[in-house]
């Protein structure tokens, strides 16, 4: 490689320091340094302000482990101005869909009540229809109590077995997290 001037040096120097430079390019540099007062104050500056260490030879405990690299890379994500609040729109969509979920199986709970409800009302028509004689409105009054305790009933098992199935999500959900912040502390 050819002889190089102050400036392409001065240029090259934060790369050298941090080890970041070809083989050929280290040697011109070095080369370079020790004939050039200048450029070797500089680099000595370098070294001393941000406190690298002059050989290639890093102390290996001196490393930043894996996970302290992912958590403070995490950091800067979240402090990124844009990313918290996509982040708390995003859990709150999440957290709104997941009520949602909430309100329909309430929502289906409804139908087998209000069927049952219907019922029951079925059964008092009924009672009230055969008390003053009337034979025939009190058999209707029999059909609807029997459709709505039918459809009632019918209607019970699924909501059940929805409702059981959306509590055992919510135990897992929870539990993983639990883990999860255990794990991590």
């Not at 340094?33 to 260490?53: F, G, V």
């Not at 909430?102 to 009924?126: D, E, H, K, N, Q």
Request: hydrophobic letters at 50%.
């Amino acid at each position: 490689m050819n002889e190089l001037n102050c400036s392409v040096v001065a240029d090259l120097l934060p790369l050298y320091v941090e080890d970041i430079v070809s083989p050929e390019t280290r040697q011109a540099i070095a080369e370079h340094l020790e004939t050039c007062e200048e450029c070797r104050a500089k680099y000595e500056q370098m070294l001393t302000d941000i406190d690298i260490p002059v050989e290639a030879e890093r102390n290996k405990e001196e490393a930043i482990p894996l996970k302290r690299f992912r958590f403070h890379l995490l950091l800067n994500i979240i402090s990124f101005p844009i990313w918290l609040p996509l982040l708390l729109a995003v859990a709150a969509v999440a957290l709104t869909l997941y009520l949602c979920v909430w309100v329909v199986a309430i929502c289906l709970w409804c139908v087998p009540v209000s069927f049952g409800a219907v019922s029951l009302v079925g059964i008092v028509g009924t009672f009230v229809s055969f008390a003053q004689g009337l034979v025939g409105r009190g058999l209707m009054c029999l059909a609807c109590t029997a459709a709505g305790a039918g459809l009632a009933i019918l209607l019970f098992f699924p909501c059940m077995l929805f409702s059981k199935w959306l509590v055992r999500c919510t135990a897992q959900l929870w539990t993983r997290l639990i883990k999860r912040r255990r794990t991590e502390k």
